[in-house]
């Protein structure tokens, strides 16, 4: 196989490993102030995550970094096109990080709250703009070849003879990644997120939280099977011309479908390993609508930027195999170990009366 088509399947496996494994971090975020009737509850939930959030986290910056080493002309034209939104979705990762970590350090009711509001705020950013930035990928991007020199666009029938001295740029500015296609595809990505926050709050917590996750997940999963269907279907029909993906679009189907049956019968284990399947066939989806491109153009086929274009030499990606073929099994193995450490379930029995944390400076003026 060729290693540039290696590397883009194997930066479409680290989307997955990172949608599945910090899918249910931000969906469990985005119900931190909704879902819990106490502060114990609150605290379970966190506990919940906190072993594995920030290892989650690990799967974008090596997704982000593959793309870097082995697409450079890739990740210039994304991280420039989708500046703003990154921006964002950066911004509010660094809030999540502050609050997770910061929130237990003061043990006042109000410092809590305000964390967790942002909490909210970094769960629930991340987990819409992530679908929005997919689906632009899919739906294809207001791309042109551009010139250096002159920043004029190329011709279409030139772009193979210029490509030395132009460049792939986005031309259609911010909005233009905004539309209807798009933002159901934030809305479909925030849905699974909290279909997969529910599940894994089933499986991971217990007493009345626990009953309420599992309420709740049955009607989530139901609605994120319904706005998938319609954003898949939408995006298979308008915008994808590989026949390939029906493959992992009727197995995304076949495992939303299974999803709410599994949920209905009370399997959650399977449900929740249903959900992340669908992630996964979802992402799959996505990367085989875009191929033999990396970034579609909306404007002109020719001014899309393909694989071939945009890949390092073969000697980078030649290092970078045998780098990856050493070091992705141990944090396999390393992710797989620590899962099984936190396999059970924690409830409020095992949460102690009084939070940790400093007295806030109010009660010490007080005392």
């Known amino acids: 196989m060729d290693l540039s088509i290696l590397w883009f399947l194997l930066i479409a496996v680290l989307w997955i490993g990172y949608l599945v494994l910090e899918g249910f971090d931000f969906g469990v975020g985005m119900l931190i102030r ?34 870097f080493a082995a ?20 911004v509010a990762l ?27 705020f970094g ?9 929005v930035a997919f689906a632009n990928l899919v739906q294809g991007m207001a791309i042109e070849v551009v010139d250096r020199a002159s920043q004029t666009a190329v011709a279409p029938a030139e772009v193979a ?36 926050g529910l599940l894994f709050l089933a499986l991971k917590t217990d007493g009345d939280l626990r009953a309420r996750a599992e309420k709740l997940a049955l009607p989530f999963a139901l609605g994120t099977t319904v706005v998938a269907a319609v954003f898949v279907l939408w995006g298979q029909f308008a915008y994808s011309g590989n026949a390939f993906g029906w493959i992992p679009l009727i197995i995304a189907a076949l495992c939303l479908v299974g999803v709410v049956l599994t949920t209905r019968m009370r399997r959650y284990g399977i449900g929740f390993t249903l959900n992340a399947v669908a992630i996964a066939a979802a992402v799959a989806w996505v990367f ?30 030649g290092v970078m195999s045998i780098v990856a073929l050493t070091l992705v099994p141990i944090v396999l193995a390393y992710t797989v170990w620590s899962y099984w450490v936190f396999r059970k379930r924690i409830s409020t029995k095992q949460i102690p009366e009084q939070p940790a944390g400093l007295p806030s400076a109010f009660d010490e003026v007080n005392a």
């Open 34 to 67: 909704s879902l819990p009737k106490s502060e114990k509850e609150r605290r379970v939930m966190l506990n919940a995550i906190g072993p594995h959030w920030d290892g989650n986290e690990v799967w974008l910056l090596t997704a982000g970094g593959a793309t």
């Open 71 to 90: 697409f450079p002309e890739w990740y210039a034209t994304m991280f420039s096109g989708f500046y703003l939104a990154l921006f964002v979705i950066l």
């Open 94 to 120: 660094i809030v999540r990080i502050c609050a997770l970590e910061w929130r237990g350090k003061i043990s006042d009711e109000k410092w809590r709250q305000r964390w967790d509001y942002a909490h909210v």
């Open 123 to 131: 769960a629930w950013v991340p987990a819409v703009l992530w679908g």
């Open 161 to 196: 003879a210029s490509m030395g001295t132009a460049s792939h740029q986005l031309t259609g500015g911010f909005f233009s990644l905004l539309t209807p296609f798009t933002l159901l595809g934030g809305v479909v990505t925030a849905a699974l997120c909290l279909t997969n």
């Open 288 to 317: 085989m609508s875009m191929y033999p491109a990396v970034m579609k153009s909306s404007i002109d086929p020719a001014y899309s930027l393909t694989i071939e274009q945009a890949s390092s030499t073969p000697y980078t990606l």
